[in-house]
Nanobody, 119 residues
């Protein structure tokens, strides 16, 4: 089991920045990849970014490339999402998740943190 706790969400004006954190505990050594996802009201959950726990290889959704940066601190078992140049369309609940096996689904999820960007 892996437990995930997100923090760092809040209300920010368009053009502003926020940094989300995801602290992992439990069997974290079994994590292959960590990802951030988001879900806006009335929309399906979508992929935002991911990072390989060992190699730091990253992937981003086209909608956030150049604005968001995912990173990790292995010593703290924490993954971060630095979000810059925020837009109202970035408003959503943001979730972090763990993928334990390459190509498999993300099978552990946090409770989510709300990000609201005002225009």
């Amino acid at each position: 089991q892996v437990q995930l706790v997100e923090s760092g969400g809040g209300l920010v004006q368009a053009g502003g920045s926020l940094r989300l954190s995801c602290a992992a505990s439990g069997r974290t050594f079994s994590s292959y990849r960590m990802g951030w996802f988001r879900q806006a009201p009335g929309k399906e959950r979508e992929f935002v970014a991911s990072i390989n726990w060992s190699t730091s290889n990253t992937n981003y959704a086209d909608s956030v490339k150049g604005r968001f940066t995912i990173s990790r601190d292995n010593a703290k078992n924490t993954v971060y999402l630095q979000m810059n140049s925020l837009k109202p369309e970035d408003t959503a609940v943001y979730y972090c998740a763990v993928q334990r096996v390459p190509g498999a689904s993300y099978d552990f999820w946090g409770q989510g943190t709300q990000v609201t960007v005002s225009s």
